[in-house]
C-alpha cells in the first residue's frame, strides 16, 4: 500500500506562487508514475500533470503549460507541483496520486490512478 500526503497549498493573490508536495509512505514510489489532479467547487476533477519514474517524461493539461512545473525527488519519496502566476480560476483541492506504471496515453484519466492523497487547498483571490 502506498499513503500519500500533500500539503503547501493556502492562499494567495492572483500572479503569485505556491509550492505543492506530495509525501509518500508505505512503500518506495521512486518507480511509480505520479499525477497532480484538481477539483473546483461544482467541477470534476480534471488532470494537471504527470511525470514518469525517473522525471524523463512530463504531461500537463493545457491550461498550466508554461505556469505549473511537476518535479520529483525520489531519494525524499516526493513529488512536487511548483505553480507560478497563479489565476482565481486555479483555485481548487490539488490531489496526488501514483500508479506503478506510465502510460502517456492514459495518465490524463483519474481511474488509471491506483493511490491518491486527501488534498490541499488552494485559493487563488484578490
Known amino acids: 500500500q502506498v499513503q500519500l500526503v500533500e500539503s503547501g497549498g493556502g492562499s494567495v493573490q492572483p500572479g503569485g506562487s505556491l509550492r505543492l508536495s506530495c509525501a509518500a509512505s508505505?512503500?518506495?514510489?521512486?518507480?511509480?508514475?505520479m499525477g497532480w489532479f484538481r477539483q473546483a467547487p461544482g467541477k470534476e476533477r480534471e488532470f494537471v500533470a504527470a511525470?514518469?519514474?525517473?522525471?524523463?517524461?512530463?504531461d500537463y493539461t493545457d491550461s498550466v503549460k508554461g505556469r505549473f512545473t511537476i518535479s520529483r525527488d525520489n531519494a525524499a519519496n516526493t513529488v512536487f507541483l511548483q505553480m507560478s502566476s497563479l489565476k482565481p480560476e486555479d483555485t481548487a483541492v490539488y490531489y496526488c496520486?501514483?500508479?506503478?506504471?506510465?502510460?502517456?496515453?492514459?495518465?490524463?484519466?483519474?481511474?488509471?490512478?491506483?493511490?491518491w492523497g486527501q488534498g490541499t487547498q488552494v485559493t487563488v483571490s484578490s
Open positions: 496520486a501514483a500508479n506503478s506504471i506510465y502510460t502517456r496515453s492514459s495518465v490524463y484519466r483519474d481511474d488509471y490512478y491506483s493511490y
Open positions: 508505505g512503500r518506495t514510489v521512486s518507480n511509480y508514475a
Open positions: 511525470i514518469n519514474w525517473s522525471g524523463s517524461m512530463t
